[in-house]
Antibody, heavy 127, light 109 residues
Framework: EVQLVESGGGLVQPGGSLRLSCAAS????????MSWVRQAPGKGLEWVAN????????YYVDSVKGRFTISRDNAKNSLYLQMNSLRAEDTAVYYC????????????????????WGQGTMVTVSS | DIQMTQSPSSLSASVGDRVTITCRAS??????LNWYQQKPGKAPKLLIY???SLQSGVPSRFSGSGSGTDFTLTISSLQPEDFATYYC???????????FGPGTKVDIK
């Protein structure tokens, strides 16, 4: 079964740090871009960061640049998000998600989507 | 940055109704538009990719259309399990950055 399982969430004080993990199974993890997506309580979805298959490219939403670091260990089929200098506005459920890229019959790219999601892990930043 | 809007923000409908949700991008995104369904306490589920392609396993009552800046998700005959929040998401940006719309909540009339 294709599966993503997040862990590492919890309560942390403002300015603190937390490391999230995502364990992948049921597919060739090293073949996919991977992302973190978050959702603040009662709010919509926000893409946070992603990482290329070999870890050579990483991208972040502006609000977390310089504070969050995405990484992966393909030998362990695992994705990570190191979160430093946490703020109250980082409070959210954090999902890891697999990116899949689609191509038409001519081989022309049709963009990417998140086809597999974990169950999410809650991060609460509060004193 | 590409901004996404959705309308309406919420709607009430009955089982069997035809439901249409609109998503608009702040600039042309070709057909690089996906739709997701999210139920309370659950992770989102991919319904439609590349504006109009149905994800495997998704019922055929769901359909998507549009290109450029204006897109539509249609549920042809609303079922009880379809009451949820729906999000559009663009994947046009390079490098691969993603933006979601604010969501449309579909509840029972």
């Amino acid at each position: 079964e294709v599966q993503l399982v997040e862990s590492g969430g919890g309560l942390v004080q403002p300015g603190g740090s937390l490391r999230l993990s995502c364990a992948a199974s049921g597919f060739t993890f090293s073949s996919y871009w991977m992302s973190w997506v978050r959702q603040a309580p009662g709010k919509g979805l926000e893409w946070v960061a992603n990482i290329k298959q070999d870890g050579s490219e990483k991208y972040y939403v502006d609000s977390v640049k310089g504070r969050f670091t995405i990484s992966r260990d393909n030998a362990k089929n695992s994705l990570y998000l190191q979160m430093n200098s946490l703020r109250a506005e980082d409070t959210a459920v954090y999902y890891c998600a697999r990116e899949v890229y689609y191509y038409d019959s001519s081989g022309y790219g049709q963009g990417g989507a998140f086809d597999i999601w974990g169950q999410g892990t809650m991060v609460t930043v509060s004193s | 940055d590409i901004q996404m809007t959705q309308s309406p923000s919420s709607l009430s409908a009955s089982v069997g109704d035809r439901v249409t949700i609109t998503c608009r991008a702040s600039q042309s995104i070709s057909s690089y538009l996906n739709w997701y369904q999210q139920k309370p306490g659950k992770a989102p589920k991919l319904l439609i990719y590349a504006a109009s392609s149905l994800q495997s396993g998704v019922p055929s009552r769901f359909s998507g259309s549009g290109s450029g800046t204006d897109f539509t998700l249609t549920i042809s005959s609303l079922q009880p399990e379809d009451f949820a929040t729906y999000y559009c998401q663009q994947s046009y940006s390079t490098p691969p950055l993603f933006t979601f719309g604010p969501g449309t909540k579909v509840d029972i009339k």
